[in-house]
């Protein structure tokens, strides 16, 4: 089974590429979550019955107002996440995605998050405020 349809795995994040730059956006500063006040990208939690690839492609709905196409994901892979305070750590689906210029000036950013940004992947890489497990999984799809 690929990733894309896995139903076993807790969450998926995406990066969603234009040129170079990635969307991504600060968490929230709130001490009861993973990561807080760290630069992270679209993703979450898998809701029951959900394959992980419409676990991303929702999440990225709800988070940036945006409808990506399944068509648009060029790479998947998982990798471990840290979870909440007291929790063991997570397998978790990593996708990437390309869209055009055109997409990203639609984006409505959510309620989750302090604010966003299209970030130059080099610089989302190398941020010492990043997700560090997510800029990993990020940097072997770059460098590949």
């Not at 234009?18 to 809701?47: A, K, M, S």
Request: net charge negative; aromatic share 10%; proline share 5%.
């Amino acid at each position: 089974m690929s990733v894309a349809e896995a139903t076993n795995l807790q969450g998926a994040k995406i990066a969603v590429i234009c040129n170079d730059t990635v969307v991504t956006y600060l968490r929230d500063n709130f001490d009861h979550i993973p990561n807080p006040n760290q630069w992270d990208l679209p993703g979450g939690v898998r809701e029951a019955g959900e394959t992980a690839l419409d676990c991303a492609l929702r999440e990225t709905q709800e988070e940036f107002g945006v409808c990506l196409s399944k068509s648009s994901v060029v790479y998947e892979a998982t990798f471990i996440a840290q979870a909440a305070a007291n929790l063991p750590k997570r397998e978790v689906a990593f996708f990437v995605c390309m869209v055009s210029p055109d997409v990203v000036s639609i984006i409505e950013f959510g309620e989750e998050g302090q604010c966003w940004e299209m970030m130059p992947i080099r610089k989302f890489l190398t941020r010492d405020d990043a997700v560090p497990e997510l800029q990993a999984a990020f940097k072997t799809f770059w460098t590949r």
